[in-house]
């Protein structure tokens, strides 16, 4: 029984929803173990043509939970550890599902939502949608989604989004290949259905294997990211800067950085 998804099944497509509304579907633990869980199973079950996620409510994931924010301040260093395989387990997961992904972008996807929405193969979003890799705004490391950023945008514009943190619309990520269709929010469900639909019609032998080509000519360079990410990630839950950036951020304050 799962607790913080839906999972959903129509003529072949899949839909995992993100269901925590009332926190604008922000990911905790069990949430992270559900979809690696839930998209592990989509990948093996024949009856699965194409994998669609969503979001309940206003929002497709608005990042880390609070709660999970706050109880990474004292943990140890093997903790950390722990937590950060589990995110670079998810990630890695999604990105080498061997079915066609869909994002159903119609709200904010922050932080670990971006990720999750722009890893998929395709990214609808409604326009006022909104993206943001904003993790250096509280003294962490943007590090596990990096390494799939940089592969999608390259390493100068992956720079400019991971470094200043900011918000940015639909139309911007959509020019920058983050998206790959802006649809009007009233159109957005069937958009994907129709997508959908062409992908299930494909030969299902060749989708799988044309994924399997396209992640194996990353493999040996994500497998060295993603070594370098985990450390990474590990490291910066250390630092007096996290510390200072999440107790800040609950406080809802300015964070004050350590000369």
């Not at 994998?51 to 990042?63: D, K, L, P, T």
């Not at 592969?151 to 514009?157: A, E, F, S």
């Not at 943190?165 to 990520?173: C, D, I, K, S, W």
């Amino acid at each position: 029984m799962m607790k913080t998804i839906l999972v959903t099944n129509s003529h072949g497509v899949r839909t995992i929803k993100l269901n925590r509304p009332e926190r604008r579907n922000a990911m905790t633990p069990e949430m992270q173990d559900e979809l690696i869980w839930a998209m592990e199973e989509a990948g093996e079950a024949r009856s699965c043509r194409v994998v669609v996620f969503a979001g309940a409510g206003e929002a497709f994931c608005s990042g880390l939970d609070l709660t999970a924010l706050q109880g990474m301040v004292g943990k140890s260093a093997a903790e950390h550890t722990v937590d950060a395989e589990r995110i670079a387990r998810l990630f890695r997961t999604l990105y080498e599902l061997p079915k066609p992904t869909i994002a159903a972008v119609q709200g904010a996807a922050i932080a670990g939502g971006t990720g999750l929405a722009t890893m998929c193969d395709f990214t609808l979003a409604v326009p006022g949608a909104k993206f943001g890799y904003t993790e250096v705004r509280i003294g962490f490391v943007p590090a596990l989604v990096s390494a799939f950023l940089t592969l999608q945008v390259g390493d100068k514009r992956g720079r400019e989004l991971l470094l200043t943190g900011r918000l940015f619309g639909a139309e911007e990520a959509y020019r920058l290949g983050l998206v790959t269709e802006l649809v009007d929010t009233d159109r957005l469900e069937a958009r994907v259905v129709e997508l959908a639909g062409v992908l299930a019609a494909n030969s299902p032998q060749a989708l799988e294997a044309t994924k399997r080509l396209l992640t194996a000519q990353h493999k040996a360079w994500l497998d060295a990211a993603i070594a370098e990410s985990l450390a990474a990630n590990a490291r910066a839950r250390e630092t007096d800067d996290f510390r200072e950036g999440v107790t800040a951020f609950l406080e809802k304050r300015k964070a004050v950085w350590a000369d």
